[in-house]
């Protein structure tokens, strides 16, 4: 029998696959690349804006400075983005799609094992993402409010819940939790801001390890009674 998580992929609710947000017609592209030749032209112009903002800061971003490292002209820049704010929607649009697709990849892999293993393995993938890309998700979280991103983010995290909703469904008989969707919505929230952090920065002296160990203790301790949260069986992976 096919798990909830691979059949949510199957059936594009997934992560990997959210529903679009339109952007505002001030962030739009002045035009989509029609050719394999412009599409370059265009990959090369985001990837050079991504290494400025994690490198060198929004400050240094500019469209003169993007040209220079893309090795496009700035005409080709102006041809496809009217302004580096544009720019930078593109950068946090590709970011969030290269998120997606690690998500997905992660969970499916965590597919058979007991719960505990699946929520420390859940837990571990916003935080493993975090490290490979923490410079341009930092950058990239700053300019959220000056892109009017929100309802677009909202949207990514809520698809991001629909693999740990099937985490639930999957374990309902061990999980003391009878309301899922309550159940959902408080631990997403819960994750989304522990590991973006939310309203406070994390201590400098938090590895993500130690985070890792106390998430998990969390999120255990709240889906099951405290007699089976503390049961050697129950904590084997």
Do not use: W
């Amino acid at each position: 029998m096919r798990s909830n998580i691979r059949q949510n992929v199957e059936q594009g609710h997934s992560h990997s696959a959210p529903a679009p947000v339109a952007l505002p017609p001030r962030l739009k592209p002045r035009k989509l690349p029609g050719q394999e030749r412009s599409q370059q032209t265009v990959d090369a112009i985001v990837t050079a804006a991504a290494h400025i903002l994690a490198h060198e800061g929004v400050e240094a971003l500019t469209t003169n400075a993007v040209a220079e490292r893309a090795g496009a002209s700035i005409g080709s820049v102006y041809q496809y983005f009217p302004h580096k704010q544009a720019i930078v929607a593109a950068v946090l649009e590709r970011h969030s799609e290269s998120e997606a697709r690690f998500f997905m990849e992660r969970m499916q892999a965590l597919e058979g094992k007991d719960l505990r293993a699946r929520v420390r393995g859940l837990l571990t993938i916003p935080l493993e993402f975090r490290r490979q890309h923490s410079a341009l998700q930092l950058a990239l979280l700053e300019q959220m409010p000056t892109l009017g991103r929100y309802f677009d983010l909202r949207e990514r995290v809520r698809c991001a819940a629909m693999p740990l909703r099937a985490l639930l469904e999957a374990h309902a008989g061990e999980i003391r939790r009878t309301n899922l969707d309550l159940a959902c919505h408080v631990l997403v929230n819960a994750i989304q801001s522990l590991t973006h952090d939310g309203i406070l920065p994390r201590p400098e002296a938090l590895s993500d390890e130690a985070l890792l160990d106390e998430l998990t203790h969390l999120v255990v301790g709240y889906l099951l009674d405290s007699d089976q949260a503390h049961d050697p069986l129950t904590q084997a992976g």
